[in-house]
DNA sequence: ACACCGTCTGCTCATATGAGCGGAGCTGTG
DNA sequence: CACAGCTCCGCTCATATGAGCAGACGGTGT
């Protein structure tokens, strides 16, 4: 693999040809008449100036998306999407600034004027939206049902009215929790006409942003916001992942259970059926999380932050 | 030259495809088939890569040989052969260590059966036989004769012998010295069986090392070793370089005069009937020296340090 | 609505390139 | 000396690649 070359003299010529060639872009057949060889010398010569490490071929870019990490992530998990943020930030809130810039980046990147956006509620997309500067003019679909909490002032509504409002398109927005106390009211609530209207809508959307939560304490806003027992019996059926709504198990299978039934956000076919769904993960406690999403199908696009991309392909046997 | 690409999945994508094809080595094809893209797409992608600096090619190599510098100055003046050691050395006897180190491997390296090999006498060459290992069996043929000087052991004589030793060919030497005090002890000289036989193999080198010393005090042994006023003379008649006892003005023209009468060595013609002539400069004082050997044609192969060949290479117009 | 312009795409076709072959020269060995 | 084994070279021929072109698209000004 390293043998380096002979004797000083091929040293300079094979860096020569090698700069002729990989700086000046040269072609071997000019650089095999400019120094009187043959193009296979010639040739011989670079693979050996390849092989030896004389030339050294680096991929890297000055942003902070670290190109290597999101491509293993991408290619081992079979992503259609992954964006690995190199950053050593840890505290919540700063993180999700920086993950929901190149969410928002990448939103604005893929959504073309044939898409349907669907959008989710939680922070981290909260965090995307009010970062993104540009989106191509696409129907905006809330999904979700919206949680209020003391840290947070953007809703559910917000997030879509003001994505579809940058857009330029239509917005299917509706007010209504994402969980209540019982299926009665669920159903209820799924027949007002805003609700259903975007719930219409659900099957035409082509690429959505969801929330994922690990589900534990302090691991899903939708886990701290539900009543003890619900969890509990989530937990007991095995699930360990929230996307937005949907409960999956380690295995990455949708959990259907009378809780489910009290949840107002697009349910597990549905989401299925969307071309693209990306998710913004977050947190070394959310591995197992993520895996299962992305097992589940129902997640192929992560954004998330270099330690917990580093954590989810450490983990795999 | 520099304007980054477009959005983050493309980023990541164009990463991914400038692994396969730089690191792995796949085709653009192979490459097209495994992303579902045309060629075409991934040669643009590549291009991109390239000209944006996502792609970095770097050419180097862990030995002591500045290749950059050895390319230019080989390019720039001409030459066949030109290796620069990168060394801030600056001690003499040291940097002709590291000089003589490198010419021997070039010489090795660039010997073969077929060549004559004419070394001539100077403290450069002898730093480079001492460091000979290896030679393809040729014969060695003395160029000039000898000048004792205290520090110095080794003479013209015996670096011919212990060359032709190393190589297993015929030695071609002669004891007389570089340069006598009349052109009649010169001629007398030149007489002698040995020496004679020695010249009448001058027309067959291929290949010599010469000594370049610039013709000042303290700059070229044969100065140092001759009488003032043939220092002087020789100045007047505008030397700037001696190359083994041949002097040449600041245009490179071999300069002939009555003290080149007494010097036993080489003649201009015969140095310039010599396929390759190849002298191991050092020190900042020597770069007129080396541009007007480099000019007169005589030496077209130069084993220097960086400094000098950087002054050769700043002081071109 | 219209023509216009810049961008992006995939095409054709000439050229560059790679894989693998057989010959030349060198080396060590019986 | 003869021979096998080796490296190095340049060849053929199939394939990969680049240059340049023309159509498609999206935005833009009239």
Redesign the pocket.
């Known amino acids: 693999m390293e043998p380096i070359t002979g004797g000083p003299a091929q040293l300079v010529l094979t860096a020569s040809i090698a700069r002729r060639y990989y700086v000046d872009g040269r072609?071997?057949?000019?650089i095999a008449d400019e120094f009187r060889?043959?193009?296979?010398?010639v040739?011989?010569l670079l693979d050996q100036a390849r092989s030896s490490g004389l030339v050294r071929i680096e991929i890297s870019h000055p942003g902070n998306v670290d190109l290597d990490l999101s491509a293993r992530l991408q290619e081992t998990f079979g992503l259609r999407r992954a964006i690995v943020v190199d950053t050593p930030e840890v505290e919540p809130a700063a993180l999700r600034l920086q993950l929901g810039k190149a969410a928002a980046e990448l939103l604005t990147e893929i959504v073309t004027?044939d898409d349907v956006l669907g959008l989710a509620w939680a922070r981290a997309v909260t965090a995307m939206t009010d970062q993104l500067t540009s989106l191509a003019t696409v129907p905006v679909v809330q999904l979700t049902g919206a949680l209020t909490r003391p840290d947070v002032e953007a809703n559910s509504v917000e997030l879509v009215r003001h994505t579809a409002r940058l857009s330029g398109g239509p917005a299917y927005l509706f007010y209504a929790p994402l969980v209540v106390p019982d299926a009665t009211t669920a159903r209820a609530l799924r027949q007002q006409p805003e609700v259903a209207e975007a719930i219409s809508h659900f099957d035409a959307v082509t690429k959505a942003v969801v929330g994922l939560g690990s589900w534990a304490a302090g691991q899903s806003t939708l886990y701290d916001a539900m009543d003890a027992d619900a969890c509990e019996q989530l937990q007991k059926r095995g699930v360990v992942a929230d996307i937005s709504g949907v409960f999956v198990d380690a295995k990455g299978v949708p959990v259907q259970s009378k809780v489910t039934d009290r949840v107002i956000a697009i349910n597990a076919e549905q989401m299925n059926a969307i071309d693209e769904v990306i998710a913004i993960p977050y947190g070394l406690a959310k591995v197992e999380a993520v895996r299962a999403a992305v097992r589940s199908g129902l997640v192929n696009g992560i954004v998330t932050h270099s330690p917990l991309a580093r954590a989810l392909l450490d983990e795999v046997y």
Do not use: D
């Not at 072609?27 to 000019?30: A, D, G, L, N």
């Not at 060889?37 to 010398?41: D, E, P, T």
């Open positions: 072609s071997k057949v000019e060889l043959s193009r296979f010398k040739a011989r004027a």
